[in-house]
């Protein structure tokens, strides 16, 4: 009886949740052409709630690059860029601002991470011009691996491999092997798995 009203619920949450993840969606696929799909995506991590996880589901299903089954956007969790793929079953916890990122299957992401797509995204090197306006390499596409945790507070400007923990508060800038645990300001090799 529990689980057919769950399934009750669900389906109710996911009926009322379509037409507002619509909206969203027809304003993300406009901001994308305006350079503006942070923007929408912002707006669309303020709906609260279950209802609030629905629509930012729907919605990145249909202006992610590509977006897997049973994946949780909590409240405040948010997208940059439409050229975003993530896998299976991952859990995005609070107040996390996504980048260019490749996410794999089974990864549980606390609160307040920051996906930052590279560490070479400005340049200082001129000396003659504000910072604002100074070319630099640009954003890269970090790679997160499957069966992946990452601590609330993170920063990941690097890839990850496979079976890793970064730890709560690590600031990743160099590239996490496969099978390891990660932590520290820069975050380093902690022990293998």
Known sequence: MLKAAKE??????????????????????????CGAFSEVSILASKVPFNFGIRVRYIYYKLTLKSLGRDVKFK????????????GNRVLFGYYNAIGEVIIGDDVIVGGFVNFVSGTKQHSFDDDSQPISTQ??????TINIGSDVWIGSNAV??????????????????RPAENRSIYGGNPAKLIRTI
């Open 156 to 173: 990941v400007a690097a890839d990850v491999g496979s079976r890793c923990v970064i730890a709560t508060g690590s600031i990743l800038v």
């Open 75 to 86: 409240y405040g969790t948010f997208c940059q860029y439409p050229n975003a793929v993530i």
């Open 8 to 33: 009750v619920y669900s389906l109710c949450i996911s009926i009322f949740a379509l037409p507002v993840a619509l909206l969203f969606v027809i304003a993300g696929k406009f901001a994308v052409f």
């Open 135 to 140: 070319k630099a390499a640009g954003r890269v």
